[in-house]
């Protein structure tokens, strides 16, 4: 069973996802559909594995998306700060990617892949970080003192900065 192109010479397909998810989706159908083509595509599948024209994949392959940045759907300019460390840790990751020079479709070293997982894993209880906005706590008196204090720092991984506030009241 040949390839499901329509010519006998193969265009020259573009990058699309969209054309590939869409050709997918047909594909799934037909054979649901059609036990005789399933039957026929498998083996011609299975053949190609065999000669060494395709390998098989094993697994979902891992891939990093972000489709809302991080901070715009935070409650509170506050949860930056728990944010930018996961910011910092997936961009060294990536880093040490590059300074591997990993090819685009190579799979990155164990090591690599093990820290990302721990990365993807621990990047989804941000969606749980909730932080008021009033930084005065209730039972608070009145003002008499409010400083604000800076800390920065950088290294050759990334540069951060600090920031609190002291209130005193009146007792």
Not at 54 to 73: D, Q
Request: glycine share 6%.
């Amino acid at each position: 069973m040949p390839l499901p192109f329509k010519e006998k010479n193969p265009p020259i397909l573009p990058n699309n996802k969209n054309i590939a998810v869409t050709r997918l989706n047909q594909l799934k159908g037909r054979l649901q559909r059609d036990k005789t083509y399933s039957n026929h595509y498998f083996t011609s599948m299975n053949d190609f594995i065999e000669k060494g024209y395709v390998e098989k994949e094993h697994g979902n392959p891992i891939e990093y998306r972000m489709n809302v940045h991080l901070f715009g759907a935070a409650s509170s300019p506050g949860c930056a700060n728990f944010g930018l460390k996961e910011l910092l840790t997936i961009t060294k990751i990536l880093q040490e990617c590059c300074s591997d020079q990993i090819e685009w479709d190579e799979p990155p070293s164990e090591i690599l892949i093990q820290r990302w997982q721990q990365w993807r894993n621990d990047i989804q209880n941000l969606a749980q970080l909730g932080i008021q906005r009033c930084v005065k706590p209730k039972d608070f008196g009145n003002i008499t003192v409010c400083e604000l204090h800076h800390f920065s720092d950088a290294s050759t991984l990334g540069y951060g900065l600090c920031s609190y506030l002291r209130l005193i009241d009146e007792n």
